[in-house]
């Protein structure tokens, strides 16, 4: 049908705005429900942002205010108390009519504590009651022309009071995920993309409420801070020098204002713009404005020693930033908080996020405090782990000809993911950027940290180790895809194990978890040798009846490739994480800002997020999170119905999420390639003669091909079964069982009670979300648990190097 037209404006003053809800309220028409609950989110709203400016004194401006959210509350009331009669008069109960306030007063005391009685309880959704049939009519309510004298800027100013109300809610919100972090309860992937999600937000709310701003109310920089804080001052009566005895450049007792706004961070930025010079690097003297104390009680601090400490931790790392400009480098993974920096570094121009992500960064050192360098002690050990996989995977390799089924850009893309955890995990290029600046200026060379960007910046941290993950999920995929051998095991370790109850490979069950059986094996699991091999050759495209007959003439090569149709693949089914992946998983050359999920539509963000799941029952299924903290009872149904959710829970529902599927990105792919190709060479080496017979010596052209040898297996297996049926040997109490899937089971019994748990064991060390691994692998592994400590302490034993383990005691990088 065609467009439907604009609602129709009518501008109307408070005064008529009371009166037309006395009429309503007087006549047989009944308020919607809808409209109901939109007036008490506004009065909410109206109430959170101007609670702790109004009451300090008697500007016409808050009393303007004052007046209109009571205005809206005598309307509500009226309107409310007859919709609740009407409800009760059906129901058969009596209603009386609410008591009128007889507080007359308009102290600001007296209006504060009427202000704070409404309390608002959030429906999970707001019902439709507006008929198609009825003209909608939009009203601005406007103030009375008597009350309506001079301050043009007063809605203006309202809607700016609303923006650093926003960014006070996610302040908090990011600062409780980085103190769930040091407690051990999330993950430092989740906590960074959150917190680097949240900045993105921040960014476009404030470009948009600058966008909405009359002209000549806010110009640049810092002057949006300045209106509401000097502001601020006149009301409380407070105008007066800023307190620079005590090292501050505002006011020390408008210190909760000052916070509020960013002000303090603000003017560290601003005292370091004349530092920035072109052609020049900072260089930061340790200890000259002191040094900073993890171990001090941030809350026993006063406000001025509290500003110092931002100021040792700011100034020291800003150097860091400028020299990244100077040196045009590009982090591998970009985080907002680095490139706001950077801009910064480059342009010399602080402004409202700037500040609010540079406050952001500070918070998060409060929040892990005694452990400061614990986000970079965690990337640390990602990159020792994926360092070692990939030097495991090396050695592998060098033990078997170069299949011709994997590209060179596999092995490209190993050596670019090794190469970055050595430049910058286990190196630090500033320092040697800083050290040949120096000697090229003819100075000593200064002591500073190494690695301060990332002992600085958790968030960079988190979000390289994400970044890491990512590379290593899609890589180790592609991996076992190529060679197809995990899945190829898979088939012959249930086959064996419908033969040896006692046989478990607590790897495989995860890995069978985690993709699905329906996807593995094409529907439920085989239950004999027959249907084994049917649904393997389904899954690989290869027919070993036509291929591997001892009289085929078809060449060895020719036996192990597909017959026209290409293998099952695997995907990654981190559902969460797959939404981030083009944002975080590629290196972005420059300081080019990512789009935030708003931009880029969060309502199909929100439908994959929290749509119903497309694996099947027996597929990893992610345990039910803890309940979202500002959050909605219940959030599919909610997203579902209308896509009506806030940014706060929306960044709750990722962190949960993200969370949820830590287990499933650590994954690794490479060690489970390992497993497969050293069970097969076993396999191989003692039933090489068995093999030779059935297929005669050209059965395996080399060892790239070593994983079809399950299909052999399962070949010589199905024969058996079917010669055993054939003599009568099979009946209803019994089955026969060939020699040799039980000669493999024999096999593989010993090498699984020591290598068949090295996946999970990794997963307990490294990985945060334990209790949830736990849940999902109680029935598979029958060993006993250690305490933690113990634990950890002999996994990192037993996946680490001996000279990663010494590295990681003595904190020196590998040489």
Same mark, same amino acid.
């Given at each position: 049908?065609?467009?439907?037209?604009?609602?129709?404006?009518?501008?109307?003053?408070?005064?008529?705005?009371?009166?037309?809800?006395?009429?309503?309220?007087?006549?047989?028409?009944?308020?919607?429900?809808?409209?109901?609950?939109?007036a008490r989110r506004a009065i909410t709203l109206r109430k959170n942002v101007t609670s702790w400016f109004v009451g300090q004194g008697s500007d016409a401006t808050d009393i303007r205010h004052a007046h209109f959210i009571e205005a809206m509350e005598e309307i509500c009331n009226l309107l409310e108390w007859r919709f609740n009669e009407r409800k009760s008069t059906n129901d058969g109960n009596g209603t009386t009519e609410?008591?009128?306030?007889? *507080?007359?007063? %308009?102290?600001?005391?007296?209006?504060?504590?009427?202000?704070?009685?409404?309390?608002?309880?959030?429906?999970?959704?707001? &019902?439709?009651?507006?008929?198609?049939?009825?003209?909608?009519?939009?009203?601005?309510?406007?103030?009375?022309?008597?009350?309506?004298?001079?301050?043009?800027?007063?809605?203006?100013?309202?809607?700016?009071?609303?923006?650093?109300?926003?960014?006070?809610?996610?302040?908090?919100?990011?600062?409780?995920?980085?103190?769930?972090?040091?407690?051990?309860?999330?993950?430092?992937?989740?906590?960074?993309?959150?917190?680097?999600?949240?900045?993105?937000?921040?960014?476009?709310?404030?470009?948009?409420?600058?966008?909405?701003?009359?002209?000549?109310?806010?110009?640049?920089?810092?002057?949006?801070?300045?209106?509401?804080?000097?502001?601020?001052?006149?009301?409380?009566?407070?105008?007066? &020098?800023?307190?620079?005895?005590?090292?501050?450049?505002?006011?020390?007792?408008?210190?909760?204002?000052?916070?509020?706004?960013?002000?303090?961070?603000?003017?560290?930025?601003?005292?370091?713009?004349?530092?920035?010079?072109?052609?020049?690097?900072?260089?930061?003297?340790?200890?000259?404005?002191?040094?900073?104390?993890?171990?001090?009680?941030?809350?026993?601090?006063?406000?001025?020693?509290?500003?110092?400490?931002?100021?040792?931790?700011?100034?020291?790392?800003?150097?860091?930033? %400028?020299?990244?400009?100077?040196?045009?480098?590009?982090? =591998?993974?970009?985080?907002?908080?680095?490139?706001?920096?950077?801009?910064?570094?480059?342009?010399?121009?602080?402004?409202?996020?700037?500040?609010?992500?540079?406050?952001?960064?500070?918070?998060?050192?409060?929040?892990?405090?005694?452990?400061?360098?614990?986000?970079?002690?965690?990337?640390?050990?990602?990159?020792?782990?994926?360092?070692?996989?990939?030097?495991?995977?090396?050695?592998?390799?060098?033990?078997?000809?170069?299949p011709p089924f994997w590209p060179n850009e596999g092995d490209e893309e190993i050596r670019r993911i090794r190469e970055l955890i050595k430049l910058h995990i286990e190196d630090d290029p500033l320092v040697h950027l800083r050290n040949a600046a120096e000697l090229e200026a003819g100075r000593s060379k200064t002591s500073g940290s190494d690695h301060l960007l990332f002992q600085r910046n958790p968030l960079l941290c988190?979000?390289?180790?994400?970044?890491?993950?990512?590379?290593?999920?899609?890589?180790? *995929?592609?991996?076992?895809?190529?060679?197809?051998?995990?899945? *190829?095991?898979?088939?012959?370790?249930?086959?064996?194990?419908?033969?040896?109850?006692?046989?478990?490979?607590?790897?495989?069950?995860?890995?069978?978890?985690?993709?699905?059986?329906?996807?593995?094996?094409?529907?439920?699991?085989?239950?004999?040798?027959?249907?084994?091999?049917?649904?393997?050759?389904?899954?690989?495209?290869?027919?070993?009846?036509?291929?591997?007959?001892?009289?085929?003439?078809?060449?060895?090569?020719?036996?192990?490739?597909?017959?026209?149709?290409?293998?099952?693949?695997?995907?990654?089914?981190?559902? %969460?994480?797959?939404?981030?992946?083009?944002?975080?998983?590629?290196?972005?050359?420059?300081?080019?800002?990512?789009?935030?999920?708003?931009?880029?539509?969060?309502?199909?963000?929100?439908?994959?997020?929290?749509? =119903?799941?497309?694996?099947?029952?027996?597929?990893?299924?992610?345990?039910?999170?803890?309940?979202?903290?500002?959050?909605?009872?219940? &959030?599919?149904?909610?997203?579902?119905?209308?896509?009506?959710?806030?940014?706060?829970?929306?960044?709750?529902?990722?962190?949960?999420?993200?969370?949820?599927?830590?287990?499933?990105?650590?994954?690794?792919?490479?060690?489970?390639?390992?497993?497969?190709?050293?069970?097969?060479?076993?396999?191989?080496?003692?039933?090489?003669?068995?093999?030779?017979?059935?297929?005669?010596?050209?059965?395996?052209?080399?060892?790239?091909?070593?994983?079809?040898?399950?299909?052999?297996?399962?070949?010589?297996?199905?024969?058996?079964?079917?010669?055993?049926?054939?003599?009568?040997?099979?009946?209803?109490?019994?089955?026969?069982?060939?020699?040799?899937?039980?000669?493999?089971?024999?096999?593989?019994?010993?090498?699984?009670?020591?290598?068949?748990?090295?996946?999970?064991?990794?997963?307990?060390?490294?990985?945060?979300?334990?209790?949830?691994?736990?849940?999902?692998?109680?029935?598979?592994?029958?060993?006993?648990?250690?305490?933690?400590?113990?634990?950890?302490?002999?996994?990192?034993?037993?996946?680490?190097?001996?000279?990663?383990?010494?590295?990681?005691?003595?904190?020196?990088?590998?040489?």
């Open positions: 049908g065609a467009k439907s037209a604009e609602p129709v404006k009518y501008p109307v003053t408070v005064g008529e705005l009371r009166k037309l809800g006395k009429f309503v309220s007087d006549s047989s028409m009944q308020a919607p429900a809808s409209v109901l609950v939109i609410p008591t009128a306030e007889t *507080q007359g007063d %308009c102290d600001d005391k007296a209006w504060l504590n009427r202000f704070a009685a409404l309390t608002v309880d959030e429906p999970e959704d707001i &019902p439709a009651t507006v008929s198609e049939h009825n003209e909608i009519i939009k009203v601005v309510a406007m103030e009375d022309e008597a009350e309506d004298e001079g301050n043009v800027f007063s809605h203006a100013f309202f809607r700016t009071l609303c923006l650093f109300h926003d960014l006070q809610s996610w302040r908090d919100f990011i600062n409780r995920t980085w103190k769930e972090y040091a407690e051990l309860n999330i993950d430092l992937m989740s906590a960074s993309v959150v917190t680097d999600s949240a900045l993105q937000f921040a960014r476009d709310l404030i470009q948009e409420t600058r966008d909405s701003l009359p002209p000549g109310f806010f110009q640049s920089g810092l002057d949006l801070q300045m209106i509401v804080f000097e502001t601020g001052c006149v009301t409380r009566g407070e105008v007066g &020098p800023a307190s620079q005895e005590l090292g501050l450049a505002f006011n020390v007792r408008m210190a909760d204002l000052a916070e509020w706004c960013y002000l303090g961070v603000g003017s560290l930025l601003q005292s370091f713009v004349p530092i920035i010079q072109k052609n020049s690097i900072p260089v930061y003297k340790p200890g000259y404005f002191g040094v900073y104390d993890p171990k001090a009680n941030r809350a026993e601090m006063s406000v001025a020693e509290k500003f110092h400490e931002d100021k040792l931790l700011l100034l020291e790392v800003l150097p860091e930033f %400028c020299m990244l400009n100077a040196f045009n480098v590009s982090m =591998p993974v970009r985080d907002e908080i680095t490139t706001g920096l950077v801009d910064f570094a480059r342009h010399k121009k602080p402004d409202l996020w700037l500040c609010f992500a540079t406050q952001i960064m500070l918070d998060t050192h409060h929040a892990l405090r005694a452990s400061r360098t614990g986000a970079f002690s965690d990337l640390r050990l990602t990159g020792l782990r994926i360092a070692k996989t990939l030097d495991d995977f090396l050695k592998l390799s060098q033990t078997h000809a170069k988190g979000l390289m180790i994400f970044q890491l993950n990512l590379r290593m999920q899609t890589i180790g *995929q592609a991996l076992v895809n190529r060679w197809y051998d995990v899945q *190829q095991m898979a088939f012959l370790y249930n086959l064996i194990q419908k033969q040896d109850q006692e046989l478990t490979w607590p790897d495989m069950e995860l890995f069978l978890k985690i993709h699905g059986e329906d996807r593995i094996f094409i529907g439920d699991r085989p239950k004999d040798a027959g249907q084994s091999l049917r649904r393997l050759e389904l899954a690989t495209g290869i027919s070993s009846t036509t291929r591997f007959a001892s009289n085929s003439r078809i060449g060895a090569r020719e036996r192990h490739k597909p017959d026209g149709k290409d293998p099952r693949i695997l995907g990654p089914t981190t559902t %969460c994480a797959n939404l981030f992946r083009e944002r975080y998983q590629d290196q972005i050359v420059g300081n080019v800002r990512n789009v935030s999920l708003y931009k880029v539509g969060v309502g199909k963000f929100l439908d994959e997020l929290t749509g =119903p799941s497309t694996t099947k029952s027996k597929s990893f299924k992610a345990g039910k999170g803890a309940e979202l903290e500002l959050s909605l009872a219940n &959030p599919q149904l909610l997203l579902h119905k209308s896509h009506s959710i806030g940014a706060l829970q929306l960044l709750a529902l990722v962190k949960t999420k993200l969370y949820e599927e830590e287990p499933i990105l650590l994954f690794n792919y490479f060690s489970m390639h390992r497993r497969s190709i050293e069970i097969l060479r076993l396999i191989q080496a003692q039933e090489h003669h068995k093999l030779v017979q059935y297929f005669t010596r050209d059965y395996m052209p080399s060892d790239a091909f070593i994983s079809n040898l399950v299909l052999l297996v399962l070949h010589v297996a199905h024969g058996s079964a079917l010669a055993g049926k054939d003599l009568g040997l099979e009946s209803r109490s019994s089955s026969v069982v060939s020699g040799i899937i039980m000669r493999c089971g024999d096999l593989m019994r010993p090498y699984l009670d020591k290598h068949g748990s090295t996946v999970i064991k990794e997963l307990k060390t490294f990985g945060r979300n334990k209790a949830h691994l736990n849940g999902d692998l109680s029935n598979i592994s029958s060993q006993k648990e250690v305490e933690s400590s113990s634990a950890y302490r002999f996994g990192l034993e037993d996946i680490l190097s001996p000279g990663a383990m010494e590295s990681l005691k003595a904190g020196i990088p590998l040489a």
